[in-house]
């Protein structure tokens, strides 16, 4: 384990990159395939920690799953119903995802499981999901009222569809409550105050899962089996693409191509904010993998301004708030994101996270209640900074000190959550 790495200044970004596979659907592809009774080959999978917890759950719960030389996922489930009781307790480890997801999935079995993780996933919240599922039937309990795991999913009598209210965009929490219903007696219908990404609803449709869809409602119905496709090609990350996005804008004489992104529109946010910003990003060679649409990135050195990020867009780029934070530094004039307070429930207190440490370099970035204020055109200084053990702070930070006076980071290992060959590739893109 490295206990730090020094980012050094070094001069523009240049090369193509294949983005890893995207962290969201790859977590969906196994499990859903894990859930279906015919093989499923899945391609460009996200060898990443998070993922590889939701591969060794779905193997506790008797899915056949195993890597080929070409790196293919090969997932062999025992169908909808098939799944059995795990012999041990389920360690998601750093993974909201495999957690909450696999709730949704487990309230609906008829065996007895539990389910924990890391320090940081111990000190999420679960109400979130406990609320919904159990008010569809499901027994759960877990630490402090259930608000935090570990916590047990015991087999209930009957499980019911929900209408649900969601009390924020969320999802995980979407999904899991549409993932109980595939096993429920009767239909739900989901609606959350904005559009969050919709990997499930789409790859349930790959599966043969009728979803409907009204505004910000998505309704979905019981079903015996799912008839899975026998392959699933996992676009690239536009979350891991969006540190290089950010990179390259803001280290002049910077030229990347990107290749193979997600650009499903639930994900785009961070495009859209770039672009007002100036940044000077081309799209092309747009295409489909599968439901989901992927294009190439095209992305050069551009002279940015700061901008206003609020309301529907937030779900659209939650994750990328600590790297377009990053951005907003080297743009002229203020940035201000505002109805962003998910963030102090991630990985770590992204907030408190971005201010204190890139606050370390030297910048001036105040704190509020659901957001960032931040000046630009910031004069930053190499200083020694914490990722949290975040794989999303650790990657921010190194493009903060690439494109400024250096960094050193500690822990920055955690970038193995997301990305896991993130410091060669700035390694390689800087040669
Ligand atoms: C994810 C949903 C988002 C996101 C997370 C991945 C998913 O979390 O931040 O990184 O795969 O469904 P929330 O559902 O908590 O917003």
Redesign the pocket.
């Known amino acids: 384990m490295l206990e730090n790495i020094t980012i050094s200044p070094k001069g523009g970004l240049s090369g193509t990159i294949h983005i890893p596979g995207d962290?969201?659907i790859s977590?969906?592809s196994v499990m859903f395939a894990a859930l279906a009774s015919t093989p499923v080959v899945i391609k460009n999978f996200l060898y990443a920690e998070d993922c590889l917890s939701t591969v060794s759950c779905m193997r506790a719960l008797g899915a056949k799953i195993e890597k080929d030389a070409s790196n293919n996922l090969h997932v062999l489930g025992n169908g909808l119903h098939g799944l059995q009781e795990p012999p041990n307790i389920m360690d998601a480890g750093n993974s909201?995802?495999t957690l909450?997801?696999l709730s949704g999935i487990l309230v609906g079995q008829p065996f007895f499981s539990v389910l924990t993780g890391d320090a940081s996933l111990r000190s999420r919240p679960m109400a979130r999901v406990v609320t919904p599922l159990t008010k569809m039937g499901g027994k759960i309990s877990g630490r402090q009222d259930t608000r935090y795991i570990p916590m047990a999913i015991m087999p209930s009598e009957k499980i019911e569809g929900i209408e649900y209210n969601m009390p924020?965009?969320?999802?995980?929490?979407?999904?899991a409550i549409l993932l109980a219903t595939l096993f429920a007696s009767s239909p739900s219908i989901v609606t959350e105050p904005y559009i969050?990404?919709d990997?499930?609803e789409l790859m349930l449709e790959t599966f043969g899962v009728k979803i409907k869809r009204q505004g910000t409602s998505v309704g979905v119905s019981p079903i015996a089996d799912l008839q899975a496709p026998a392959e699933i090609d996992v676009p690239g990350d536009i979350?891991s693409a969006a540190f290089w996005l950010v990179g390259a804008s803001i280290i002049p004489n910077s030229h990347l191509t990107l290749k193979n992104v997600g650009i499903n529109p639930t994900r785009t946010g961070i495009l859209d904010i770039l672009r007002q910003m100036g940044a000077n990003i081309t799209i092309e060679n747009e295409r489909f993998s599968g439901a989901e649409p992927v294009a190439d990135l095209v992305v050069k050195s551009a002279e940015l301004k700061g901008v206003t990020i609020e309301g529907p867009i937030i779900?659209r780029l939650?994750?990328e708030i600590p790297v377009l934070a990053v951005a907003a530094l080297f743009a002229n004039g203020q940035t201000t994101i505002r109805d962003a307070e998910?963030l102090r429930?991630?990985e770590t207190d992204r907030l408190k996270a971005v201010a204190s440490e890139l606050g370390k370099m030297g910048a001036i970035i105040t704190e509020t209640k659901d957001g960032l204020t931040i000046n630009g055109r910031q004069k930053l200084q190499f200083a020694k900074c914490c990722s949290y053990h975040d794989h999303r702070m650790a990657m921010s930070l190194a493009i903060a000190g690439a494109a400024s006076n250096g960094v050193e980071i500690n822990q920055p290992d955690c970038a193995n959550i997301s990305y896991p060959n993130f410091f060669t590739t700035l390694d390689t893109i800087r040669a």
Do not use: C, F, N
């Open positions: 962290k969201s977590h969906r909201g995802t909450r997801l924020m965009a969320s999802a995980q929490v979407k999904s969050s990404r990997h499930t979350s779900p939650i994750d998910e429930v991630k």
